[in-house]
DNA sequence: CAGCAAATAT
DNA sequence: GATATTTGCT
């Protein structure tokens, strides 16, 4: 038996993928702009042809082959691939409501305030939404008195329940007086790329960092579970903080297994 | 433009 | 099937 055991074990590691044999992961898809620029999205269903723009007024027949080397971004006006919101970029977007407070959490706001590059208004738009519903949600359900059902937290929202929701997000009908507007960090100046969105395996955005090569357990984060090396890299903080707000100081942390580490990552001394 | 409900797409 | 995006309306 203790044979098998370093049988199995030799085998498994002799099966081992090697990195090399795993799927690249910041690679293989075709470049999510160059994709959309051609126009050939996935091979899904029938996508409905809408009006082929007469393309430019070519003096030939043939589209212009500096389609993409055309130098402007191709990629503004046309339709991105759907976003895919990892926790890590909900909590940012929670961050920057909490931070704005419910009055000015718009989505235009929000959307500066994150300052994610590859983030639109809509996608904002429409994950607060949800998010304004998943809160109403979850208030109608927390008042339920001599309530003997409420066992723990079923995994309703994925997505929404795994985040550290700052505590008052409820609305209440407090029309009190707005406290100073926290000027806004624009950090959306930079011309550095932040994290910006990318497309995975489908034509889904998907973050760069935080990619879980992992085949055991599940994928999936669902719950926090998997007991991962917090080993960052581009994770330097070097300055110790000294009273000055420097929006790049951004420290994304990853939350702890089962530790709910509720750390705010925006310069707040607001509420 | 913001908010919402429903439909639609991936 | 779950999510995100879009649509129509206010």
């Given at each position: 038996m203790k044979e098998d055991e370093s049988n199995w074990f030799s085998k498994w590691e002799d099966e081992l993928p090697l990195p090399e044999d795993l799927t690249p992961l910041s690679q293989t898809l075709i470049t999510p702009d160059l994709a959309i620029a051609f126009d050939i999205?996935?091979?899904?269903?029938?996508q409905k042809q809408p009006t082929p723009p007469p393309s430019q007024p070519n003096s030939g027949e043939f589209d212009s082959p500096e389609l993409v080397a055309g130098g402007d971004e191709p990629a503004r006006t046309l339709k991105r691939p759907r976003l895919v919101w990892t926790p890590q970029l909900h909590k940012r977007f929670v961050d920057a409501v909490a931070h704005l407070g419910i009055k000015n959490a718009v989505p235009k706001t929000i959307m500066q305030l994150m300052s994610?590059?590859?983030?639109?208004r809509e996608n904002v738009a429409s994950h607060l939404q949800k998010y304004r519903l998943y809160l109403k949600r979850m208030q109608g359900l927390s008042s339920?008195?001599?309530?003997?059902?409420?066992?723990?937290?079923?995994?309703?929202d994925h997505l929404f329940a795994s985040s550290p929701v700052p505590a008052h997000f409820l609305h209440q009908g407090r029309s009190n007086s707005d406290h100073f507007?926290?000027?806004?960090?624009?950090?959306?100046?930079?011309h550095h790329q932040q994290m910006g969105p990318v497309v995975g395996n489908h034509g889904q955005l998907q973050q760069p960092r935080y990619g879980q090569i992992g085949h055991f357990g599940s994928q999936r984060n669902e719950h926090p579970f998997v007991n991962r090396q917090n080993q960052q890299p581009v994770h330097r903080v070097g300055t110790p903080v000294h009273g000055s707000v420097a929006?790049?100081?951004?420290?994304d942390d990853l939350e702890s297994a089962n530790g709910r580490k509720v750390l705010t990552l925006f310069p707040n001394g607001d509420d």
């Open positions: 999205r996935t091979p899904n269903h029938h994610v590059d590859g983030l639109t339920g008195s001599g309530g003997s059902g409420s066992a723990g937290d079923p995994v309703t507007m926290s000027y806004v960090p624009v950090a959306a100046l930079q929006p790049a100081a951004y420290v």
